[in-house]
């Protein structure tokens, strides 16, 4: 059958062959889906897309979060432990009134190591945020193993010093040590207020 599209009536499609009512019915159905695809689901799978993503993220939240969950009790132990490490370090740190005896002890490492002081000088106190900083200029005069010695017996002590700046130099036929010994105090908690508000 040979059809020309001018032989079609618009007006009684009822009497179209089935050929061109099926053409006609698939060309408003593709329309319809591509309107439908266009306006209203094209949308819909970009935001399907993004969700997706959140969902890719928040996983990634989850799993980490999950495994944090698992290991609370461990770090829990962990923090406890930390804790009385620190409190075992502060303990190490001489609070006002131990002072004077940590710069006694210091001076006595140096005189029983067979060292002659020529300079044992505390210097201003520095405030830190928990603790404050006090150096010391030193100046010894002895032998190499005596300078030893000392650095060892002040690494021995109770109480945390450490030795900074340190240069040693010929005078005559002995050393002379020149150094900084720094050692520190735990502030109390009105000092650290009053230091902060300075």
């Known amino acids: 059958m040979n059809l020309e599209l001018d032989q079609l009536d618009l007006s009684d499609v009822a009497r179209w062959p089935a050929a061109a009512r099926a053409v006609v019915i698939l060309f408003l159905m593709g329309g319809v889906i591509f309107l439908g695809y266009w306006f209203h689901t094209k949308d819909q799978l970009l935001e399907l897309d993004k ?36 409190g075992a370090m502060l303990r190490q740190l001489p609070n006002k009134t131990e ?10 490492t140096g005189l029983a ?15 830190r945020e928990f603790y404050a900083e006090l150096p010391i200029s030193i100046r010894v005069i002895g032998e190499y193993h005596e300078f030893g010695d000392f ?33 520190y105090r735990y502030l109390e908690s009105e000092e650290r207020t009053e230091e902060a508000a300075q």
């Open 51 to 86: 969700v997706e993503q959140q969902e890719t993220d928040l996983r990634v939240i989850f799993e980490k979060k999950a495994q944090q969950a698992a290991n609370l009790e461990a770090y829990e132990q962990q923090l406890e432990e930390m804790r009385e490490s620190f």
């Open 151 to 183: 650095v060892s017996g002040v690494a021995a002590l109770p109480r945390i010093v450490t030795l900074h700046n340190v240069n040693i130099s010929r005078v005559g036929n002995m050393l002379a040590m020149d150094l900084t010994a720094k050692t």
């Open 99 to 108: 002072v004077a005896d940590l710069l006694v002890d210091v001076s006595q």
């Open 113 to 127: 190591s067979g060292l002659e002081f020529e300079l044992f000088k505390p210097q201003q106190e520095n405030p």
